[in-house]
């Protein structure tokens, strides 16, 4: 049975980016669609080339970068391609920022606005980082 | 005697075992089993769980000089 979980982040710490990635991934790879939405400070990790390193707003954070934790943007990455999740960029974001679909990772889908996320959020789970 | 892959992912966190898993399901025939060396408890209960709830079948998990071994058939 497949349920839909939606996932809005919007902050860019490593710990929040990271918990995220892990929802987004798991849920993608067990039988869930999954749309993870991409706003404000998140949304500048997803730049094409970005490192993926992320400020840490505790102590588990600054363990994340030191043990082998899978990072944030590969979990992402698999949820779309081991799973069937869909990661959109915040349209307000992407015009705040300045950034066109190609300066983006290849593995994000076009631009999505919050009233197409809102109404895909009311069709199952909601988090939010 | 079916096949029989094996996938380290010793020294991964949590959900990097569980990801390898899945990447390397995609790869194998139905039929095949596979097993998953994890030294990530949270791994070791958590794969079985996906297992589960995606219908595959847990063959068994053991624990040898603290490396989990998980062991999957793939059935569908």
């Given at each position: 049975m497949s349920n839909r979980i939606s996932i809005m982040v919007v902050s860019g710490s490593i710990e929040r980016l990271q918990m995220a990635a892990m929802v987004a991934s798991v849920g993608a790879v067990s039988g869930n669609e999954v749309t993870v939405f991409l706003s404000m400070n998140a949304l500048?990790?997803?730049?094409?080339?970005?490192?993926g390193a992320a400020p840490a707003e505790g102590v588990v954070g600054k363990l994340l970068s030191e043990?082998?934790?899978?990072p944030f943007k590969q979990l992402f990455e698999q949820a779309v391609e081991l799973g069937d999740a869909r990661i959109h960029p915040c349209s307000m974001a992407m015009d705040i920022l300045g950034?066109?679909?190609?300066?983006?990772?290849?593995?994000l889908a076009e631009p999505m606005g919050l009233t197409k996320f809102l109404d895909d959020a009311a069709a199952g789970q909601a988090w939010s980082f | 005697m079916s096949k029989r892959r094996t996938i380290d992912a010793r020294g991964s966190f949590c959900p990097g075992p569980l990801m390898e898993l899945i990447a390397g399901m995609k790869m194998a025939e139905v039929g095949e089993e596979i097993e998953i060396l994890s030294t990530d408890k949270g791994s070791a209960s958590e794969i079985p769980e996906w297992i589960h709830k995606v219908k595959h079948e847990h063959v068994g998990t053991e624990e040898k000089d603290g490396v989990w071994h998980v062991l999957v058939k793939k059935t569908h």
């Open positions: 500048p990790a997803f730049k094409k080339g970005a490192s043990k082998k934790a899978p950034y066109a679909q190609d300066d983006i990772e290849a593995y | -």
